[in-house]
């Protein structure tokens, strides 16, 4: 099945990599690449009424940015990836949920850095944003990363929830893409909770996952970041998938801080599905 990623960008160097790495994601998964980038046109103030750049020009300074980057892609990958790029007036993340619905996008590749608190505030606000909005599989790129060949894939998940086929299913289309293993984990908090095999959440899980190669494992920890990122390292893990609901132990996860908390402090991709 053919696959079209969207890349949002601000040009900024975090930005910029989270480019490269879809790039090449693209190449490898022989998928289409979208560019976009949302601007504002400046309103001038009471002590300024002259603008100092108009609309048109704002807009030609952006696209003429934007097909830089384009090109830039086509060198990169051989001219192996069919690229499109957009550009948009508007607030980032309203703009990115119409390009998503408009160019039927399956994937939203974003960079995000970690940090100071300022720094997760102000870079991170827009990634988060998106993942609590939209539908369509989001890939959070930490700073820094490049892509590589994904052999095992780390599926944080509450094993007394009821595994959602549709859910399941898309996460097994990207397991399938790299013929990858499976590794699922649940963590939580260490006190008397029931082992996986006795949930029937569990049951779910391992009927939905039939078709592909995992191992189901359990751990304890005081925090649930903390005990992800040092699962996904001893288990030399490329990417990271959770799947964030309104009602299960991970809604405080993904709808407070521990959201931004993950998104910044793994450093491998995290990949975000929604029921």
């Known amino acids: 099945m053919s696959k079209t990623i969207l890349v949002p960008t601000d040009y900024s160097d975090v930005a910029n990599n989270a480019l490269k790495y879809a790039a090449e994601l693209a190449k490898h998964i022989s998928a289409r690449l979208i560019l976009l980038h949302a601007y504002h046109v400046p309103v001038p103030t009471a002590e300024a009424q002259i603008m100092l750049i108009t609309p048109q020009e704002l807009e030609k300074e952006n696209r003429d940015r934007i097909q830089k980057l384009e090109k830039e892609i086509i060198e990169i990958t051989s001219a192996q990836v069919k690229v ?13 949920l119409d390009v998503i619905n408009e160019k039927k996008i399956d994937l939203v ?13 102000l870079i991170g606000s827009n990634t988060t944003s998106l993942i609590k909005k939209t539908q369509t599989p989001v890939l959070v790129i930490p700073k820094d990363v490049r892509f590589k060949e994904v052999e095992k894939i780390a599926l944080a998940y509450n094993y007394n929830d009821i595994a959602n086929k549709n859910t399941m299913n898309k996460f097994k289309e990207f397991v ?25 959440g569990a ?17 304890s920890a005081e925090n649930i970041t903390d005990g992800i990122n040092t699962f996904a390292d ?19 996860f993904f709808h407070k801080s521990n959201t931004k908390r993950m998104a910044f402090h793994t450093h491998i991709p995290l990949l975000s599905l929604h029921d």
């Not at 590749?109 to 505030?121: H, Y």
């Not at 049951?203 to 751990?219: A, I, P, Q, R």
């Open 84 to 96: 499109e790029s957009i550009v948009k007036e508007g607030f980032a993340v309203d703009t990115v």
């Open 109 to 121: 590749v974003m960079g995000i850095t970690g940090g100071s608190k300022l720094g997760e505030v």
């Open 176 to 200: 399938k893409l790299f013929k990858a293993k499976v590794l699922v984990l649940d963590v939580e908090k260490p006190v008397a909770v029931p082992m996986h095999e006795n949930t029937s």
């Open 203 to 219: 049951e779910s899980l391992e009927n939905s996952l039939k078709d592909v190669e995992h191992v189901m494992f359990y751990t």
């Open 234 to 252: 001893e288990h030399n893990c490329d990417w990271l998938a959770m799947i964030p609901r309104k009602h299960n132990s991970f809604s405080e």
